[in-house]
């Protein structure tokens, strides 16, 4: 990818923004657009480490790694105390998967090839288990203002049991993908192009570079909304997801335009269950360790829009087939969510 080698200029324009005290407005851009590409080559990385493992061991490392650019930024939420802002890019996250990701796909590649098809078994399988990724996440918030009359200390219990059962579900719907067909998530394993030193060598100079730019990002937040007028939830909700995952994102669309449905498909929803049993889960768990304590109870609008978007993706997979209308749709629906959102 050649625009995230042109676009690693931004991790030296970040740093110099911060050494030189430019302001929390240009070090909040700079530090996003630095997370761009690190994000990118976290993801190159493990790519050549999955293509030098072998499939089964290949899919995990794609399955464990594919949003560690989203789990840095928000542990360093966590550690800042924005913990509403984490939770707002867990759910950011989930609707830009199923509603920016899928839709851009089904348009592009729906407008390149009209009616495309994928497999009605494995997205069937991939909807059902994104629905009782919601249910999962909804519980706590459903049953917090009950509990928390009478025991308020077990909300904080509930969460913590949730999430473990989520990590279980996760780890379940790795092993019945790896018996059922490799490599996990429908990613072809290609050969290795760069050298196992070199790819270790670029993943963990690339995770260093997220971690500093995180915590740059984190700590011009406050301030930079202050000054541009917007909220942590809109930013948590549109751009931190966006910042954290537009390398696999436009690799989503990519695949869709070359008419391979069953991988963009994958791609999306797969990165929505990743978020929502994986990334979510651990963070509650991380909470505890950083002093910082986050439990899964969600802001009601947030667990609306996840069951809209759940709804929206499971009907599309229903018949196998996509077309560029329904991409369309689904981005029409992001978009009134992101504008909604925006006045919350």
């Given at each position: 990818?050649?625009w ?12 110099g ?24 080559l ?37 550690r ?28 592009v ?15 069937g ?35 913590l ?41 670029v993943?963990a ?21 202050h ?12 751009l ?9 994102h ?45 439990d ?11 069951m ?30 992101g ?6």
């Amino acid at each position: 990818m050649t625009w995230s080698r042109v676009m690693l200029l931004a991790v030296p324009l970040a740093l110099g923004a911060v050494l030189l005290r430019a302001g929390p407005i240009p070090e909040l851009a700079l530090s996003a657009l630095a997370l761009i590409p690190l994000a990118a080559l976290i993801g190159e990385a493990t790519e050549e480490l999955a293509a030098r493992t072998g499939p089964v061991i290949g899919g995990l490392l794609n399955a464990t790694l594919g949003n560690a650019a989203e789990l840095i930024i928000a542990l360093a939420g966590i550690r800042a105390g924005l913990l509403d802002l984490v939770k707002a890019s867990i759910t950011g996250s989930i609707l830009g998967n199923l509603l920016l990701v899928m839709g851009l796909s089904l348009l592009v590649g729906g407008w390149r090839h009209g009616l495309q098809r994928f497999s009605r078994q494995r997205a069937g399988v991939l909807t059902t288990m994104t629905i009782l990724a919601f249910i999962a996440l909804g519980i706590p918030s459903l049953f917090s203002h009950t509990i928390a009359a009478h025991h308020p200390e077990a909300v904080e219990t509930l969460s913590l049991g949730v999430a473990g059962l989520m990590l279980a579900l996760y780890v379940l719907s790795v092993l019945y993908t790896l018996r059922a067909r490799e490599p996990l998530g429908g990613h072809a394993v290609a050969h290795a192009r760069w050298t196992l030193p070199q790819a270790l060598g670029v993943l963990a100079l690339a995770t260093l570079g997220v971690v500093v730019m995180s915590e740059i990002l984190v700590h011009a937040l406050e301030p930079a909304l202050h000054a541009l007028g917007l909220t942590e939830f809109f930013v948590g909700i549109i751009l931190i997801p966006l910042v954290g995952n537009v390398a696999e994102h436009l690799v989503a669309v990519q695949v869709a335009a070359e008419n391979q449905m069953d991988l963009s498909l994958e791609i999306a929803v797969g990165s929505s269950l990743q978020i929502a049993l994986l990334v979510a889960p651990v963070l509650v768990f991380a909470s505890l360790a950083l002093g910082r304590p986050m439990d899964l109870v969600f802001h009601p609008l947030e667990l609306i829009a996840l069951m809209m978007a759940g709804a929206i993706a499971s009907f599309i997979a229903l018949d196998g087939e996509t077309n560029w209308l329904e991409g369309a749709q689904l981005l029409a629906v992001y978009g009134m969510l992101g504008i909604a959102f925006f006045f919350v």
